[in-house]
T-cell receptor
Framework: AQTVTQSQPEMSVQEAETVTLSCTYD???????LFWYKQPPSRQMILVIR??????QNATENRFSVNFQKAAKSFSLKISDSQLGDTAMYFC???????????FGTGTRLQVFP | GAVVSQHPSRVICKSGTSVKIECRSL??????MFWYRQFPKKSLMLMAT?????????EQGVEKDKFLINHASLTLSTLTVTSAHPEDSSFYIC?????????????FGPGTRLLVL
């Protein structure tokens, strides 16, 4: 079975600081992708960053970067220079190509303080 | 680009009535759309996969006769909650896959909050 685990229900960080959100996953498949989605209070799901499992290089999108450790099945998200607008629920998600399903973790609520 | 809309954004209905939620891809064709349900402060759970022109595929535990899905065009999928009950109250989110894009990428709608009294 495929699972996604986010062990941090809530996190907080001061504005301009750096924060790392944890995610581990489990799958026996080889063809998969990993995502981080942001869900602000508006509830709109926004894609933050994606990682192809076959790529060793960690994905980066401006202030957002991931630490993808394939052997450990770990996929953490680092947010640098945190901004108030980063306050949201963050979901880690695993897409399995063979089953065509996107599996979400339970989410981490991030609060950025001024 | 890649915008997905949902209508209505919020609906309140009486127990026993049916409610239809629309999901539209505004600037791309979507042969596949997905319907998720999100309970308060919980994760998204896939309910069903909707393919244009064919029957939807439901996840285990989701009643297909209660949650009717129709995907009649490349830009529209509808979810009808039939004979709604208070336990159906939830946040429903759809997503769509761009027919010309990567299979792994889904674009999400803004969600519909359903409250059944």
């Amino acid at each position: 079975a495929q699972t996604v685990t986010q062990s941090q229900p809530e996190m907080s960080v001061q504005e301009a600081e750096t924060v790392t959100l944890s995610c581990t996953y489990d799958t026996s498949e080889n063809n998969y992708y990993l995502f981080w989605y942001k869900q602000p209070p508006s509830r709109q799901m926004i894609l933050v960053i994606r990682q192809e499992a076959y790529k060793q290089q960690n994905a980066t999108e401006n202030r957002f970067s991931v630490n993808f450790q394939k052997a450990a099945k770990s996929f953490s998200l680092k947010i640098s220079d945190s901004q108030l607008g980063d306050t949201a629920m963050y979901f880690c998600a695993l897409y399995i190509y063979n089953t065509d399903k996107l599996i979400f973790g339970t989410g981490t609520r991030l609060q950025v303080f001024p | 680009g890649a915008v997905v809309s949902q209508h209505p954004s919020r609906v309140i209905c009486k127990s026993g009535t049916s409610v239809k939620i629309e999901c539209r891809s505004l600037d791309f064709q979507a042969t596949t759309m997905f319907w998720y349900r999100q309970f308060p402060k919980k994760s998204l759970m896939l309910m069903a996969t909707s393919n244009e022109g064919s029957k939807a595929t439901y996840e285990q535990g989701v009643e297909k006769d209660k949650f009717l899905i129709n995907h009649a065009s490349l830009t529209l999928s509808t979810l009808t909650v039939t004979s709604a009950h208070p336990e159906d109250s939830s946040f429903y989110i759809c997503s769509a896959r761009d027919h010309g894009g990567g299979r792994e990428t889904q674009y999400f709608g803004p969600g519909t909050r359903l409250l059944v009294l």
